[in-house]
């Protein structure tokens, strides 16, 4: 069983009890414990089952890598699943629960599908879930959502009430991992007076090597970390950052820093995550290794881990895995473990070194302590289920026959290890096969590149492939140094402190124990603990064809689970490409992506949630909405009133409310939100000429024209109202959402195109308030203002002056979208509610009220005026809406005009717009399409037309409507058919698309 | 003019720094030939300063000069001052080609104050700038992005920062600065 030991733990303060929870049980660890390592404290071996066939699982790795120890963390809003225990640190109070389980840990239901194990091989989903087709969405969907997952999601009312945000540094040098590597790496940089920034994703420094032992310097590895962080916090230019993981490297230096500000001590104020965005000249990856398991028949066991967990459980936390302790190694690295053990008087029963030839110094040391070691055997099987009971020994050259047995409580793996290439291969590093470490290492010919072409990440001690402590130290002084020439600095430094080297001996490739193993063990043989992998799964996918390793990848589930494959993947493709007969270079890696483990979502979403999850764009008036109870609807990211509902109104009701005030007397609108564009310039008439359809350069000064905007493809992409302020000197209106659009649509052509053209212009869109008095009684709401004659012989229709209402500097534009006399009144932003406030006063005799979009919308439908978005959809040119009108003939050239000469744009049988009007009198349905005879080739109904507005008109009180239909303007009186997605079929006589005020007498008073 | 209303009309949050409405700022967009000396003896003129290099910013006061773009300044000016002062450069301007546009009603003006490095950090959460004191000194100006809109940011004095955006969002930015202000968030990486 696990336990506590009666001392040691470097990192655990024995004097300071935590109580946490486990599935309900109240259990304590000490500050500094991990949940893992307070978990195994307590003897809890098994945490949780396995993804598919429901397995008892426990805790296997010390770090990042555990693909066991995930649990439900917290409780309601707190709740969050597939937390790593041995990435969590224990706080008071932690209250976890296991996962994937029915109806309990202990005995759970699903492991049936242990025993099931040879109908759910590889590629299981693909074969049985294809036929029939019918039982996807009825049988397979909700039985696949029954049984997967690991964790449970939060609850759907459940939300975290914790805070996120980001931080934006600048560095010259990134080091991120804080073993003994990226220290000497961050002192060699930082010593050469760059600004460095240091992270280290764990809550300590020093990594590995305070653990394995060694001298640096002539001293224990603890006093070369303890003076380099003293030295490094004393260095102004130099930042250090616990708790914080490299989590992606990107293109031009950018990485992203996942920093876990609080979930260690969950009361504390202030936000939970971090998301660094660090630009750098230089990123150093020290992020070390990964040890790799063994695959054996019942390595998946509780109780089989890691050779160097085992050690680091002992040495950090106190806590061992076992009394007796079998190691099982192809290499020398796990010797340690057996001595580290012996050391602390655990027992030890025996070492099996796959290696016919045996260790090194590390052996006979182990020897020397005792320790039984036997070379050229293997592990046939281990015993047990919910825990280790023992191991059956045979040959590694042989098939399995076992030749003893041994009694155990744990089992200590190593396979070798592999260099956390990740950070490096993120944004294109490559890497190269060691033969003799069998391992994939950075190669440091192809680095990811910058820019320049020239690379900006480099790798550092054991992420590097330098395991040995004096080769590491040297290789991490030369990054440091290297990183620091290519950020600039002269006179960085190689030296390296001197370290222990310890004599080694080969590692021997081991991918399958024994190596010739029978299918039986084969199917016991776990590759990838998370998503159960084994290695007859791998097997199988290659005999079926699969030789792309993305392809195995996929079609096994290899690697594919939260924990990406950091035990699994070297693993998995040596057995792939033995299957598949060709070296493992040939077969090659997945590919590594960012994150680097998990992130929380709350980083990436950072600060925007709530009020802020967007920006949202208010008018100066805005607030008087608000306070009136207005219905906004989103326009672009402006929120604009739709109605203004009074007590008891539905919104059909105010809508035909404000309408008939409008038609009748006199309404206001808030119209700040429609683009200004200043256009200014000895060539800006000429530009304009290319912008519009219609001619604007001969536009006199004083008069405003309507002008319509195309893209080069000749579709009709914005329209408004231009004026002409003085000689070189124009305002163009656009629609609210093409105020930015537009403009960047002007830059680029005056950028891009016609860079030698004089003209300049500026959004003025937010500094000018704009509001819309429209009305019969419009006039004589300005006139009882006064300061200005708006009469209709001093600003006429399509006109406009400047001068003052009531005091108030104002420029007037008699232009109307409804159709109504209409004043567009633009202010000073500032003074728009001050204007607003006027208005209302002087038009409270005339009943003034606010109008809305939908009232807007429907006062122009009347009127037959088109509206971008909803006449025009990105395919409709402006002779479909029979704008011929407003097409210059005589322009030789404006944007547009070349694509409305094509053959399909000139095509009589586009749809062109015309009114609608229903037989009875009801409103057609947006977007309903009329249906011609017969059918097309796909078996559907043939097409003539489809409605691009509908309303009901409170003025003609009946609903109208325009939209596209083929021949539309010849066939006038004609009546077509939209069946309804109610089932019900409208039929709508094709009228003229202007329903009131034909003549347009009532604007022109 | 005594009824303009500034965009967030006197708002202040006191956090990790403060956070407050910075008040009515004159402010024209200048563009035109930098190499022009008739522009330059204008800019002068107007604000009293020399061009700024490129990213620069002279002020005194509530009077200035900041660089936009190759072709494009902000001037900044007494609120009371801006139409006239528009007026003038135009007539200063007259046969040249150029633009002048008074935007000071476009825009929110805020201002965060307190310890240096907590200001800078502030800024840090929500902009791409590279805040530190040496790449970010006074008398120079960023226009950047500040969560997730337009803005400009400089440092007015120690501890004093100003974040110029466009006024309709003006609400938004200076609720996200308040967010990111929250007591108890410093990062601790800038030196206060």
Partial sequence: ?1005 | MSNALSALQGAKFDGLVKVADAGLQGMITLRGDFADAKLQAAVKEATGHDLPQQRAMALQGDTGVAWMSPDELLLLVPYAEAHACVAGLRAALAGTHHMVENVSDARAFIALSGADGLVREVLAKVVPVDMDPQHMPEGQMRRTKLAQVAAAIWMQAPGEARVVCFRSVGTYAYDVLCTVAAPNSGVGFYAS
């Avoid at chain 1, 893992?36 to 296997?60: C, E, I, T, W």
């Avoid at chain 1, 655990?346 to 110094?361: E, T, Y």
């Avoid at chain 1, 000749?714 to 002409?724: C, H, Q, T, W, Y």
């Fill in chain 1, 1 to 1005: 069983m696990s336990t506590r030991l009666a001392k040691g733990g470097r990192l655990v303060n024995r004097g300071r009890k935590v109580q946490f929870s486990f599935n309900g049980k109240n259990l304590s660890g000490f500050e500094g414990d991990t949940l893992a390592s307070a978990l195994l404290a307590n003897d809890q071996m098994m945490v949780g089952r396995s993804f598919k066939y429901h397995r008892p699982r426990g805790v296997v790795a010390a770090g990042a890598e555990e693909p066991n120890g995930l649990v439900n963390l917290g409780e309601g809003n707190q709740l969050e699943p597939n937390q790593r225990v041995t990435t969590t640190e224990l706080f008071d109070g932690l209250s976890c629960t296991s996962q994937n389980h029915w109806p309990s840990l202990e005995f759970d239901i699903g492991a049936v599908n242990t025993y099931l194990s040879r109908f759910l091989p590889a590629g299981f989903y693909y074969k049985m879930f294809m036929y029939p087709r019918a039982f996807w969405k009825h049988v397979y969907e909700p039985f696949i959502r029954q049984s997967a997952g690991l964790g449970r999601a939060p609850d759907a009312h459940a939300r975290d009430q914790d805070t996120y945000e980001y931080f934006h540094i600048h560095a010259d040098v990134l080091v991120i991992g804080g073993g003994v590597a990226g220290l000497q790496a961050a002192l060699t940089a930082g010593r050469a007076g760059l600004r460095v920034v240091l992270m280290e994703q764990t809550a300590a420094w020093g990594g590995r090597a305070v653990v394995d032992g060694g001298t640096i310097a002539g001293k224990p590895a603890q006093d070369f970390v303890d003076a380099a962080i003293s030295e490094l916090q004393g260095m102004p230019n130099v930042h250090l950052r616990l708790r914080c993981m490299g989590a992606g490297v990107y293109d031009h230096g950018y990485v992203l820093g996942y920093e876990r500000v609080n979930d260690h001590a969950p009361k504390q104020a202030g936000p939970r995550h971090r998301l660094w965005k660090v630009r750098t000249a230089q990123v150093i990856s020290a992020t070390g290794a990964i040890e790799r398991p063994l695959s054996f028949a019942g390595n998946d066991i509780p109780g089989v881990m890691l050779a160097g967990a085992v050690r680091d459980y002992v040495v950090n936390f106190g806590v061992s895995i076992g009394d007796r302790t079998v190691v099982v190694t192809n290499n020398d690295d796990a010797y340690r473990t057996a001595i580290v053990l012996k050391e602390q008087g655990l027992s030890v029963p025996a070492i099996i070194d796959a290696r016919a030839s045996g260790g090194g110094a590390l052996a006979d040391q182990a020897r020397a302590l005792g320790i039984r070691v036997e070379n050229g055997r293997a592990i046939a099987k281990v015993k047990g289920g919910r825990r280790v009971t023992g191991v059956a020994i045979c040959a590694q050259a042989g098939e399995g026959a076992v030749l003893e047995e041994i009694a155990c409580d744990a089992v200590a793996m190593s396979g070798g290890w592999s260099p956390v290439v990740h950070l490096w291969s993120h944004c294109g590093g490559k890497l190269v096969w060691d033969a003799p470490k069998a391992m994939f290492r950075p190669n440091p010919d192809a680095p990811p590149t910058g820019a320049d072409g020239q690379g900006f990440v480099i790798c550092a001690g054991a992420a590097n492939g330098a395991f040995d402590l004096a080769e590491v130290m040297r290789d991490a002084a030369q990054a440091g140094a290297q990183a620091a020439r290519a950020a600039g600095a002269s006179n960085a430094s190689d030296a390296a402190p001197e370290a222990d080297s310890v004599v080694e001996a080969p590692l021997e490739p081991v991918w399958l124990m024994p190596q010739g193993a029978n299918i039986k063990l084969r199917m016991k043989s776990w590759l990838d603990f998370q998503n159960d992998v084994k290695v007859a799964d791998v097997q199988l996918a290659a005999r079926e064809g699969f030789e792309s390793v993305e392809h195995a990848k996929r079609y096994t589930t290899l690697g594919m689970a939260t924990d990406q494959g950091k035990l699994s993947n070297i693993n998995g493709l040596a057995i792939l490409s033995d299957a598949l007969g060709q070296p493992i270079p040939q077969t090659g890696t997945t590919t590594f992506r960012p994150p680097y483990t998990p992130i929380s979502m709350g980083a990436i979403a950072g600060e925007a949630r709530g009020k802020i999850f967007q920006p949202i764009r208010r008018t100066p008036m805005h607030a008087w909405h608000e306070a009136q109870g207005a219905y906004f609807e989103p326009v672009g990211q402006w929120r604009r009133p739709y109605c203004y509902p009074r007590s008891g109104e539905t919104h059909g009701q105010a809508v035909s409310r404000e309408i008939r005030q409008v038609r009748n007397s006199v309404g206001m609108l808030d119209a700040s939100t429609l683009g200004k564009l200043v256009v200014k310039g000895p060539d800006a008439g000429r530009f304009l000429d290319m912008m519009y359809t219609n001619m604007m350069s001969n536009l006199a000064v004083g008069k405003c024209r309507y002008g319509l905007m195309c893209s080069e493809n000749g579709f009709l992409m914005d329209d408004g109202v231009v004026a002409r302020i003085d000689e070189d000197t124009w305002l163009c209106h656009t629609t609210t959402g093409g105020a930015d659009r537009i403009h960047a649509h002007m830059e680029d052509w005056l950028q891009c195109e016609w860079w030698d053209w004089n003209v300049y212009v500026t959004n003025v869109t937010e500094q000018l308030a704009q509001i819309a008095v429209v009305g019969p009684n419009a006039r004589k709401v300005l006139e009882k203002l006064g300061g200005m004659d708006v009469s209709k012989e001093a600003l006429p229709f399509m006109q406009w002056a400047d001068g003052q209402l009531d005091g108030i500097a104002v420029r007037i534009y008699r232009i109307s979208f409804s159709g109504e006399l209409s004043y567009e009144i633009a202010v000073d932003a500032g003074q728009g509610q001050a204007l607003w406030d006027k208005l209302q006063a002087a038009g409270a005799e005339f009943g003034v009220m606010p109008y809305g979009t939908e009232a807007l919308h429907v006062l122009r439908a009347e009127k037959g005026f088109i509206m971008i978005g909803d006449e025009t959809d990105g395919t409709v040119i402006p002779q479909d809406l029979n704008l011929h009108w407003a097409i210059s003939k005589k322009k030789t050239d404006f944007l547009g005009k070349r694509a409305q000469e094509r053959s399909h744009m000139a095509d009589p049988n586009r749809w062109r717009l015309v009114g609608l009007e229903t037989l009875d009198g009801s409103v057609l349905p947006d977007g309903a399409y009329a249906v011609a005879d017969g059918h097309n080739a796909n078996g559907q109904r043939n097409m003539q037309g489809r409605v691009t507005s509908t309303y009901y008109s409170p003025t003609l009180d009946r609903g109208i409507a325009m939209g596209l239909v083929l021949h539309g303007p010849e066939r006038m009186g004609e009546v077509i058919d939209f069946p309804g997605t109610d089932g019900k079929v409208y039929k709508a006589r094709i009228v003229d698309p202007v329903f009131f005020d034909k003549d347009g007498e009532k604007q022109n008073v």
